[in-house]
């Protein structure tokens, strides 16, 4: 079971990107520092996408947008229910609608 560890520091990333630039190879790097091979080349890969050289998934940019929509479409989802509820409720106590029947 793996252990969970605190991201690296994006200086500490930029750094390993900078010496598989400068000719190193991530497995080289891996051997020397802790991150495997596949995080150095997934780092090189989203440095690529932000920098515009791939296209093949989301930037940082646009990830970090996307989950500030879902959080804000999630508290609309939840506002709504309230407001909907609030509204039913209004409606029985003016009774514009029939009271519940508490027997089902």
């Not at 690296?8 to 991530?26: C, M, N, Q, S, W």
């Not at 879902?70 to 609309?76: C, D, S, T, V």
Request: net charge positive; glycine share 4%.
């Amino acid at each position: 079971m793996q252990r969970h560890r605190d991201p690296y520091p994006e200086e500490f990333r930029r750094k390993l990107i900078d010496l598989v630039h400068a000719g190193r190879t991530p497995d080289e790097l891996a051997k020397e520092f802790e991150p495997t091979g596949q995080t150095i080349r997934n780092w090189i890969a989203q440095a690529d996408r932000d920098a515009g050289k791939r296209r093949d998934g989301l930037t940082n940019a646009e990830r970090d947008e996307l989950t500030r929509l879902k959080r804000e479409n999630r508290q609309l989802k939840i506002e709504r229910e309230i407001l909907a509820k609030a509204a039913a409720w209004f409606a029985r106590e003016t009774e514009a609608l029939p009271k519940r029947d508490t027997n089902s």
